[in-house]
């Protein structure tokens, strides 16, 4: 049926046909969300908890977690800063914050998941003397030559310091957003790394230094980067270093700019790589300059852009999606950075309550309906005219789930 008068929309599914199958769906388990949320009254905080993670919720069963500190923590901060020039990372130790706004949240939201909560986990800068500046982003930074094994070091301690406490990792990504070391954002929270220099860190350190450890199982993920880094970055780094084909299990990309990134990407991606898997591990709204208000109580614009990003990333073998903070204050923060940004979640302390925005039930839509192990299935529309975007998908239980979306 459609909401226009004498006009009917029918889809031919064909469960035979069979593409991808659907690693989950979830959020982001950083520093300021874990902040914001203990700023509710405990009743509430469990509330916003099972929300995301319960059969009575979302049912996610993914989430992304920055290894140390990002613009979303409490303080700009990298674990070992202290000695300087330590190679072998002598005085390794998390965080209050993983402690505190972490390590007892991600534990409570693996008990209310009924199913398992992979993690994919990100650096997003080591520790300032690890890394160079440049005159024209003075305040990222490159790592230092001496430093590539160290810094592949630098990961897999946070492999065994999270296992520690209980929490497995599923996958490691080999930084988050390289490239912005290049563009006009100056952010003290980043590393940048060429084509070159990521191709290089990946084939000779951290591979070999994840596969040769007893999380030689985990994922590892590269780019973790814009959609249009795969056809200016990735190949690249093939091209240079072969062999981190070897090392890697799939790519993480982001949803900025992927309105203006040509969707054949994807298409083009899987045609030379089938092999490797591909997820969606950040995605928020507010965050252009152009956008009036960080957070838009209410928006289903934005809601929307969510549902067509994650309709299209899914019809173009996208395995998961994973959004950003799942909870932010009013403002969009807090955020040392001042890069306050939009969530799916809106925390109001003075309250003692939290708002869920249409963001939040767009990715309801997909997440409590595709549970993991579904694959994607042929779907076509058979109306006069296109209207609609939509997925279809078998599940395990060899039932057939069908997400449309009409504007």
Known sequence: MCIQEKCKYFYELHPDTKYQKIEGFGT????????????????????????????????????????????FSLSQFAYNELPVDDYDLTNYTLSSEDYHYKIPIIKRMMDISKSPVHVIVSTWSPPKWMKYYTDHNPRCGFLKNEFYQTYANYHLKFLEKYALEGIPVWGITTTNEPTIAFTDIQFKSCIGFTAKQMGKFIAENLGPTIRNSAFKDTKIL??????????????????????????????????????STP???????????????????????????????RVDLGSWERGEDYIKDIIQDLNNNIVGWIDWNYCLNKYGGPNWEENYVDSPIIVDAERGEFLKQPMFYAMGHFSKFIPRGSRRIRVQEKSSSKCTDEVAFVTPQNTVVLVIYNE
């Open 222 to 259: 590269a780019l973790d980067d814009q959609r249009y880094t795969i056809s200016s970055d990735f190949y690249d780094i093939i091209k240079n270093y072969p062999e981190v084909m070897d090392y890697i299990d799939g790519l993480a990309v982001h949803f900025y700019y992927d309105k």
């Open 28 to 71: 982001a388990a950083t520093g300021i969300a874990g902040y914001n949320l203990r700023s509710l009254p405990c009743p509430a905080q469990e509330n916003l908890i099972k929300s995301y993670f319960s059969e009575e919720g979302l049912e996610y069963n993914m989430l992304r977690v920055p290894i140390g500190g990002c613009d």
């Open 263 to 293: 969707v054949q990407t994807l298409k083009d991606l899987h045609g030379r790589y089938p092999e490797l898997f591909v997820i969606a591990t950040e995605a928020c709204n507010g965050y252009l300059p152009t956008d009036k208000k």
